[in-house]
Each structure stands twice: as structure tokens, then as C-alpha cells.
């Protein structure tokens, strides 16, 4: 006869705020209390994150296909919506798979980054909030954004049109703390003007062979635009993606990430996960999706990491150390 599970070390190690989901990835089992602790901590957070001295806007970019950019955008944008950051997710791939995730409508049609980047409406006509939460916002991409790239080529400043949009003040009123931007799987003008906008990039690089490929191209990518239109952007953060503690090679990956990159690489590591995948299907985050799976926990941590890390934190962690413009009191937006 079976007797209830004791609490795990694991359990002991979520309650203590200590990081189950990177220590513990290679648990092929996963016993029910410790589910139920996961879905504590990422239902009901018990920290309030710092906001940001000033905005933080993240490009989320890698040119290779599949290796976790969308998914990474959108839960670690809940992660810290959750967390009592407000956060915006700009959808600039063509797929709009960012929209699908955050629940948000993106048919053809519907106003979104395209007119936007053509300079037809302002964000704040795009601006949509996501059913998961009130801190959560989004600018959908829609189907239109496919002809962008050849339509950009022959507008004035076309690598920096997104740049325009964003620091139109809007954000300002809006009481954003986070901007993500979702980039779709290539170097174009689309993920230039994402890299023109953002103060940081996030690479998502994901533990399987030939995860390094394509690297260095998107690194000098990133030089450039440092060099010719951006020079305070920086490669803030690696998150290690799509982790399969049964393989030798993801160690590997691992070990190769870190060692190249040191410290911009979060400890956190997400785990692979069925219950990530599924998310979607559902125009969820895993977050909302099943807060108890690994893969929830991890993009929670994941985004704690982010958020903690000093060198945007004013004086210290304490959770007031905003010296901008303070939260808009109107927190719904419409179109
Ligand atoms: P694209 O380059 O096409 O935009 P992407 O880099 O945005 O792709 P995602 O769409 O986030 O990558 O992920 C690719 C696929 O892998 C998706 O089907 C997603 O559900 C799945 N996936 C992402 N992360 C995980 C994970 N941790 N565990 C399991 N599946 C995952
Ligand atoms: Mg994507």
C-alpha cells in the first residue's frame, strides 16, 4: 500500500525560493507534492520584482529557425507579468505565433506591428491586452508583416521605424517596465529594426547539435548595428533552451554556451517539455497553461534571473527602485 509522499528535497528546495528546475532537470519522475509546490510558487509568486532603472527593451533574435525564440518571449513575459512587471511583447515574425500564445487575435486585418512599421497608426492603436493577465500587453503581428521586408526597403530610415514607434512616449503612459520583441528566423530588416529598438538582445540557443552554427554570423550582425546605428546595444542574456537532461549532448551544449559566454548565460536552463509545446494550442503561456510542469517553473525563474540581474537594478533589489515616469493608473488598453 502506498503511503503520501514525504516532502521532497526538491519540495524543501522550491519552498526555500532555491532553483528546482535548474538543479533538478534530469528528474525523470516528478512526484505529485512536488507538482503541487511548482504550481504554488508559479500561481501565487511570493516576490515582487524590482522594476527596471529605466525601460528594459529586448530583442529576442536568433536567426535559426526553431531553437525556442517565441516561446522564450512569451513565457518570460508572463513570468514577469506575474511577478508585477508590465510587459510588452512586440510580435514582429510573420507567423505570429507570439499573438497565438498570448491569446491575442492576429487574423489579417486586425491593426498590428505592420502599420505600425509603416507609420500608419501608433502602438498605442495596436496595443492589446493578453486574457492571462493585466500587466501582460502585446502588439500582434499579422500575415501582412510577410511583404514588410520589400516594402521597408524603399521607406526613409527603415532600419529604425520600429525604434520610432517604441520611444514615442506611449510606453511611457502605458507604465511599461519590459518590451520583448519576438524576431522571426532570419538576419532581414525586420530583426535590424528589432536590434535598432532594443537596448539588449536575448539569445535563445537551444541544447542540441549544431546549436552553435550560425552563431558568429548573428554575432557580427549585431556588431554592426552596434557600430552604424545602435551603439548601446549589448548581448545581455543566453538562455540555454529545449534542455534534455538524458542526453550527454545537452550537457555538452551546456558546457560549450558557458564557457563561451560566461556570465550573460542564466543559470536557469529550460527543461524539454511536452507541456511547453502544448501551451500554444491553447493560446496560452505554460505559465497559465500548467503551472505545475518543470517547464513553467523554469521560464519563471528564468525571468526572475532577468530581472535580478544588477546592472539594471537601481540601488540594490529592493522593489522600488524605479526612478522613471511610475505605473499609468489606467492599466486596460484598448484599441
Ligand atoms: P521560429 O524560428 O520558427 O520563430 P522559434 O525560435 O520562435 O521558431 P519556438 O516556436 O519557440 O521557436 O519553438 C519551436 C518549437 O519547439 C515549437 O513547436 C515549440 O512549442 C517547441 N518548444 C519550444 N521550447 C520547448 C521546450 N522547452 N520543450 C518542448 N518543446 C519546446
Ligand atoms: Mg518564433
Known amino acids: 500500500m502506498s503511503c503520501a509522499p514525504e516532502v521532497s528535497p526538491e519540495a524543501l528546495d522550491a519552498l526555500s525560493g532555491v532553483s528546482a528546475s535548474a538543479d533538478h532537470s534530469e528528474a525523470v519522475w516528478t512526484p505529485i507534492a512536488e507538482e503541487a509546490e511548482?504550481?504554488?510558487?508559479?500561481?501565487?509568486?511570493t516576490n515582487r520584482l524590482p522594476r527596471p532603472f529605466r525601460r528594459r527593451v529586448l530583442a529576442v533574435a536568433n536567426q535559426k529557425g526553431g531553437v525556442g525564440k517565441t516561446t522564450s518571449t512569451v513565457n518570460l513575459a508572463a513570468g514577469l507579468a506575474l511577478q508585477g512587471l508590465r510587459t510588452l511583447v512586440?510580435?514582429?515574425?510573420?507567423?505570429?505565433?507570439?499573438?497565438?500564445?498570448?491569446?491575442?487575435?492576429?487574423?489579417?486585418?486586425?491593426?498590428?506591428?505592420?502599420?505600425?512599421?509603416?507609420?500608419?497608426?501608433?502602438i498605442v492603436d495596436a496595443v492589446v491586452v493578453s486574457p492571462q493577465s493585466s500587466n501582460l500587453l502585446c502588439i500582434p503581428a499579422t500575415i501582412d508583416l510577410a511583404g514588410s521586408e520589400?516594402?521597408?526597403?524603399?521607406?526613409?530610415?527603415?532600419?529604425?521605424?520600429?525604434?520610432?514607434?517604441?520611444?514615442?512616449?506611449?510606453?511611457?503612459?502605458?507604465g511599461v517596465d519590459y518590451v520583448f520583441i519576438d524576431c522571426p528566423p532570419?538576419?532581414?530588416?525586420?530583426?535590424?529594426?528589432?536590434?535598432?529598438?532594443?537596448?539588449?538582445?536575448?539569445i535563445p540557443i537551444q541544447c542540441e547539435y549544431y546549436a552553435l552554427e550560425g552563431l558568429g554570423q548573428l554575432l557580427r550582425n549585431i556588431e554592426l548595428v552596434q557600430a552604424h546605428l545602435n551603439p548601446a546595444l549589448t548581448v545581455s542574456t543566453i538562455l540555454l533552451t529545449m534542455y534534455d537532461g538524458r542526453t550527454k549532448l545537452a550537457d555538452?551544449?551546456?558546457?560549450?554556451?558557458?564557457?563561451?559566454?560566461?556570465?550573460?548565460?542564466?543559470?536557469?536552463?529550460i527543461p524539454r517539455s511536452v507541456k511547453v509545446s502544448e501551451a500554444p494550442g491553447f493560446g496560452q503561456t505554460v505559465l497559465a497553461y500548467d503551472p505545475g510542469s518543470r517547464g513553467a517553473l523554469s521560464y519563471l525563474d528564468a525571468a526572475q534571473e532577468i530581472a535580478l540581474n544588477r546592472g539594471y537594478v537601481d540601488g540594490g533589489h529592493s522593489g522600488n527602485g524605479h526612478s522613471g515616469e511610475?505605473?499609468?493608473g489606467a492599466r486596460e488598453v484598448s484599441r
Open 90 to 122: 512586440v510580435d514582429l515574425d510573420p507567423q505570429g505565433n507570439a499573438s497565438t500564445a498570448l491569446g491575442i487575435e492576429h487574423r489579417a486585418g486586425t491593426p498590428s506591428v505592420y502599420e505600425v512599421l509603416l507609420g500608419e497608426i501608433g
Open 38 to 45: 511548482r504550481a504554488t510558487r508559479v500561481k501565487h509568486p
Open 252 to 269: 555538452q551544449v551546456t558546457a560549450e554556451v558557458r564557457q563561451h559566454f560566461g556570465d550573460q548565460v542564466l543559470r536557469t536552463v
Open 326 to 328: 511610475g505605473h499609468s
Open 186 to 202: 532570419s538576419l532581414g530588416l525586420l530583426t535590424v529594426n528589432a536590434l535598432v529598438a532594443a537596448r539588449e538582445v536575448l
Open 150 to 174: 520589400i516594402e521597408l526597403v524603399s521607406m526613409v530610415a527603415r532600419e529604425s521605424r520600429l525604434s520610432r514607434a517604441l520611444s514615442s512616449g506611449v510606453l511611457d503612459e502605458l
